[in-house]
């Protein structure tokens, strides 16, 4: 192996790497005091913002410098006023590409205190959540319903833009029920609701996740073909035309998503189909997040990031076949199956 010198290029990106969860804190920290929503109007200082957040001014102005380091904000030497970057647009709660809550989720101790033992993890096979926390994840949210609610939107974040680009290519044809199994805010059925006007939908989850889908449908003005079902997608699901798998099956292991899918097909009335939305793994050392991914689910869940084949035993082995296959915004793929 080659010698690495100080300062060389590889030096400079592995620091980079290892100082990661520096960026993570700061950016989630620009997140919690709403500086993109404040700089919205037009460019402030750090002590205005400070007053707005009754934070530290000294420390705000240090974390605004760090943030014009980061491409989030540009400084007005004249003045001594901030203004936000586009990039910076992206932490703006309800924007469309949002992904405020991503940030403040994956910096809060639901997932940040299990990615602290995540050697842990790799060396006992086995998520790091029970070692942090007593319980897994899903039973830590309903135990932190605040943290559980911006777990929620962190996930509509993440997913909004493969939602967009999901819903133009789902055949909707002789479906008039949809089922969100597992929906969380429903992003995924109520997209499909706006573009189909006569779809009636409904999201399957858990009681402490339901009330915000009822909440997202009301502010889309879609309660009136829309529900909520309150139950555990291991036991059992309601009948409907069409499922919504959005990011499920990665959460479990193999028998657990033949469970889930069992029960999808133990459901369904004839002419059923199920839609998984899933990222598929790309060859070992291209890039993108795929792998990284994994790494969370090795981190948080007995799940994991999987390949086509992978699907499609689990499709099999659950009395389901594979039936169509579109690619959307890599790494992400629509699977769509039917009874066998």
């Given amino acids: 192996m080659a010698t690495i010198a100080a300062g060389s290029a590889e030096h400079e990106r592995m620091l980079s790497m290892i100082t990661g969860f520096w960026v993570s804190q700061t950016v989630?920290?620009?997140?919690?005091?709403?500086?993109?929503?404040?700089?919205?109007?037009?460019?402030?200082?750090?002590?205005?913002?400070?007053?707005?957040?009754?934070?530290?001014?000294?420390?705000?102005?240090?974390?605004?410098?760090?943030?014009?380091?980061?491409?989030?904000?540009?400084?007005?030497?004249?003045?001594?006023?901030?203004?936000?970057?586009?990039?910076?647009?992206?932490?703006?709660?309800?924007?469309?590409n949002s992904l405020r809550e991503m940030a403040l989720v994956q910096t809060s101790p639901g997932h940040w205190l299990p990615w602290g033992k995540f050697s842990a993890a790799v060396r006992e096979g086995r998520a790091q959540t029970h070692a942090t926390h007593g319980v897994d994840i899903f039973s830590y949210f309903s135990q932190n319903p605040d943290e559980a609610a911006l777990f929620s939107s962190a996930m509509t974040n993440l997913s909004s833009p493969v939602i967009r680009e999901a819903v133009l290519v789902i055949d909707t044809g002789g479906v008039d029920t949809v089922v969100d199994v597992g929906g969380a805010n429903g992003a995924f059925v109520l997209e499909l609701m706006d573009r189909i006007p006569h779809l009636r939908g409904a999201v399957f989850d858990l009681p402490h996740v339901v009330p915000g889908a009822a909440d997202e449908a009301r502010r889309r003005n879609l309660s009136d073909r829309f529900c909520v079902v309150a139950g555990d997608f291991f036991e059992s699901v309601p009948a409907a035309d069409m499922y919504l798998l959005k990011y499920i099956l990665h959460d479990w292991d193999d028998d657990a998503c033949i469970k889930i899918l069992e029960n999808c097909r133990r459901a369904m009335p004839p002419g059923a189909r199920i839609i998984v939305l899933e990222m598929l793994m790309a060859e070992i050392g291209e890039p993108g997040i795929g792998a990284l991914m994994d790494m969370n689910m090795l981190a948080m869940l007995t799940g994991r990031e999987r390949g086509l084949g992978d699907f499609d035993g689990l499709l099999e082995a659950a009395g389901l076949r594979r039936t169509n296959l579109t690619a959307i915004k890599p790494p992400y793929h629509v699977i769509e199956a039917v009874a066998k």
């Fill in 28 to 96: 989630a920290a620009v997140a919690d005091l709403s500086i993109a929503e404040h700089l919205e109007g037009g460019p402030l200082s750090a002590e205005e913002i400070a007053s707005r957040e009754d934070s530290d001014p000294g420390h705000t102005f240090r974390l605004m410098r760090a943030c014009a380091s980061l491409g989030l904000l540009t400084y007005r030497p004249g003045d001594g006023k901030f203004v936000g970057t586009a990039l910076l647009g992206t932490l703006r709660g309800g924007s469309v």
